[in-house]
């Protein structure tokens, strides 16, 4: 199937210019092959407090379906960039953006993007309302989706970097980290960084074996050595 080729089934949105749809016995819709220009799309469910969308795209796509309707899994077959869109509880507007070589996606119930594996020059930015980009790389990403939909959990390791443009009015110069592993908390927007984490902000050097950042308010912890 060529030319803009949608498939709006699913709880989520599908469309790219080719598609190749694959049965399984008997005749039933197993997997979907997509390219040249594929972009997934899913937004909340009506009705719910979920204020986040998702948009991945890539240049390839293979769709695993459970039952011939459910989206079970989905690979990128190459680079790809995941969008994730929102608004923080007093309305300010939230983005991140996920870069990586591949991307597999793992669906639950309803269709719903329950985790994301990212490998191969995976760079994360974030983006807030008066708040300086905050922008991560790593070898790879895991990420985890609460039921809702909503970003709950990250996990970057593999020659973890974290930068910052401007950390506060008192920090002109930003804020850079680096570390083996880095761990993201939606709960309480949460940074925990391990494997001798080593931090140069405003022209002071710390480090310790595991450094607990808070994103709002900047809060920084040093534990260990």
Same mark, same amino acid.
């Given at each position: 199937?060529?030319?803009?080729?949608?498939?709006?089934?699913?709880?989520?949105?599908?469309?790219?210019?080719?598609?190749?749809?694959?049965?399984?016995?008997?005749?039933?819709?197993?997997?979907?092959?997509?390219?040249?220009?594929?972009?997934?799309?899913?937004?909340?469910?009506?009705?719910?407090?979920?204020?986040?969308?998702?948009?991945? $795209? =890539?240049?390839? !796509?293979?769709?695993?379906?459970?039952?011939?309707?459910? @989206? &079970?899994? *989905?690979?990128? #077959? %190459?680079?790809?960039?995941?969008?994730?869109?929102?608004?923080?509880?007093?309305?300010?507007?939230?983005?991140?953006?996920?870069?990586?070589?591949?991307?597999?996606?793992?669906?639950?119930?309803?269709?719903?993007?329950?985790?994301?594996?990212?490998?191969?020059?995976?760079?994360?930015?974030?983006?807030?309302?008066?708040?300086?980009?905050?922008?991560? $790389? =790593?070898?790879? !990403?895991?990420?985890?989706?609460?039921?809702?939909?909503? @970003? &709950?959990? *990250?996990?970057? #390791? %593999?020659?973890?970097?974290?930068?910052?443009?401007?950390?506060?009015?008192?920090?002109?110069?930003?804020?850079?980290?680096?570390?083996?592993?880095?761990?993201?908390?939606?709960?309480?927007?949460?940074?925990?960084?391990?494997?001798?984490?080593?931090?140069?902000?405003?022209?002071?050097?710390?480090?310790?074996?595991?450094?607990?950042?808070?994103?709002?308010?900047?809060?920084?912890?040093?534990?260990?050595?």
């Amino acid at each position: 199937m060529e030319d803009n080729h949608l498939i709006a089934d699913l709880d989520a949105f599908l469309a790219a210019r080719e598609a190749e749809l694959i049965p399984s016995e008997p005749a039933q819709l197993h997997t979907i092959y997509a390219s040249r220009g594929v972009v997934l799309r899913q937004t909340p469910p009506a009705g719910s407090r979920n204020r986040q969308s998702l948009t991945m $795209t =890539s240049g390839a !796509m293979t769709f695993a379906l459970r039952g011939g309707r459910q @989206l &079970g899994s *989905v690979q990128t #077959e %190459g680079p790809g960039e995941l969008t994730i869109e929102g608004r923080d509880a007093k309305g300010g507007a939230e983005q991140t953006r996920i870069e990586a070589r591949r991307f597999i996606a793992g669906f639950g119930e309803q269709d719903r993007l329950h985790t994301l594996r990212a490998t191969g020059g995976v760079v994360v930015t974030n983006r807030a309302s008066g708040e300086p980009d905050k922008v991560s $790389t =790593s070898e790879s !990403m895991l990420a985890e989706f609460k039921a809702s939909g909503e @970003l &709950g959990r *990250v996990v970057q #390791e %593999g020659n973890f970097q974290y930068h910052e443009r401007q950390s506060s009015a008192k920090a002109p110069g930003g804020r850079s980290l680096t570390a083996a592993r880095a761990s993201y908390s939606a709960q309480d927007e949460s940074l925990v960084f391990t494997g001798t984490p080593r931090m140069v902000a405003g022209g002071m050097t710390v480090k310790a074996d595991r450094i607990p950042l808070m994103r709002s308010g900047g809060g920084l912890i040093a534990l260990g050595n």
